[in-house]
């Protein structure tokens, strides 16, 4: 039987494969029973609803990213750090643009205090404070970071560099170079250090 075997994990890890091949928000309980050819009552028993199904598809995604960066960031530090970490974010999103819109999706306060989220925030800390960034300073800078890097993987999935020169890689290098340059230039704020600002779990997830 087709039922067989099926589990909350296979469920979400199927969910996440359909999520790359017709996009995020076309993933159903309805669209994943087709899948496994069983009647859509059958996965009630493991999934409450669509929501929770995509709930299960962005933890897995937030997961996989951050063990991907983990691994990219052993050893490395300055921009060599901070290049490993934005080329990560983006080869993710192009390999699986499914899950890498996973990743946005917004989680009830429970779901997001038991994600990867905070994983995400402390590597992208790790590389800041190799530029010696105080707050507030640190999280405009992850701020700036996620949006960067968000947005023009976002631009390049949607085909917006497709059409024009120089080539999207040129254009991805010569961003990150200037990054750099901008994080070990950082004119510190005239309000640093009068606010304590804490990690936000959400950070540096992309955001949408």
Not at 23 to 41: N, P
Not at 106 to 132: F, K, N, Q
Not at 148 to 174: C, I, K, M, N, R
């Amino acid at each position: 039987m087709a039922r067989a075997g099926l589990t909350t994990a296979r469920l979400v890890q199927a969910g996440a494969e359909l999520a790359d091949e017709v996009g995020f928000e076309q993933v159903t309980v309805s669209a994943l029973a087709r899948r496994f050819d069983v009647k859509v009552a059958s996965l009630y028993s493991h999934l409450k609803n669509s929501h929770d199904l995509k709930t299960g598809i962005a933890l897995l995604a937030l997961e996989e990213l951050a063990d991907t960066v983990a691994a990219a960031l052993a050893g490395r530090a300055g921009k060599d750090a901070l290049a490993a970490f934005a080329n990560v974010y983006r080869d993710y999103a192009r390999t699986h643009p499914g899950r890498y819109a996973a990743a946005q999706f917004r989680l009830d306060p429970e779901a997001a205090a038991a994600s990867a989220g905070g994983r995400h925030a402390r590597m992208t800390r790790a590389i800041l404070r190799g530029y010696d960034l105080a707050e507030p300073d640190q999280t405009h800078a992850v701020r700036l970071l996620g949006s960067v890097f968000h947005g023009y993987v976002t631009l390049e999935l949607s085909g917006g560099f497709s059409h024009s020169a120089p080539d999207a890689q040129e254009t991805w290098s010569w961003i990150l170079d200037r990054l750099d340059a901008l994080l070990r230039t950082w004119t510190t704020s005239p309000h640093s250090g009068s606010a304590t600002v804490l990690p936000h779990p959400s950070d540096p997830r992309p955001t949408g």
